[in-house]
């Protein structure tokens, strides 16, 4: 449903809403998601250009979100890094569609809409703050471990 790279943004901002207060290195996040620390790089880059992660530089640098877990939705997420985009024209570009989605791209972007509002009426706030057996997007250590 979502690319591998939306998958990895995901996991990393949920691992930075997990330690809100803390400042994590891009090797450290890697480690934590099981993301390669190749491509997280590009995907924490991507985040800072949308303005949900911050960066510091320095002995105590590293990530932490740049807004409350609470305001940013998993469509914030995944659009910074590759969007669910709408349908707007027939991909098929038959003339006798004209400006209208045919009947079956009509469907499919009815149910694109519902999926984005479904991200964007979810936070990462959320996800992190449920409890149960498992962690939500990857396997957090303790927290005492990261301070």
């Given at each position: ?11 990393a ?8 207060k ?16 190749s491509y997280l ?7 800072g ?21 609470n305001?940013?939705?998993l ?13 707007t ?18 469907r ?6 519902l999926?984005r509002?479904?991200?964007?009426n ?17 396997d ?7 301070s």
């Amino acid at each position: 449903m979502i690319s591998q790279t939306a998958e990895y943004a995901l996991r990393a901002v949920a691992c930075l809403a997990t330690y809100p207060k803390t400042s994590l290195t891009a090797p450290r996040i890697a480690s934590i998601t099981k993301v390669p620390a190749s491509y997280l790089s590009k995907v924490l880059q991507a985040l800072g250009k949308a303005r949900l992660v911050k960066s510091r530089r320095g002995l105590h640098g590293g990530f932490l979100l740049a807004l409350p877990a609470n305001k940013i939705s998993l469509l914030d997420v995944i659009d910074a890094v590759d969007p669910i985009r709408p349908i707007t024209r027939c991909p098929l570009d038959l003339e006798t569609h004209g400006n209208d989605l045919c009947p079956l791209h009509d469907r499919l972007n009815s149910a694109i809409m519902l999926i984005r509002k479904a991200y964007g009426n979810a936070t990462v706030g959320e996800l992190v703050s449920q409890t149960g057996k498992s962690k939500p997007l990857c396997d957090m250590p303790d927290r005492k471990k990261i301070s």
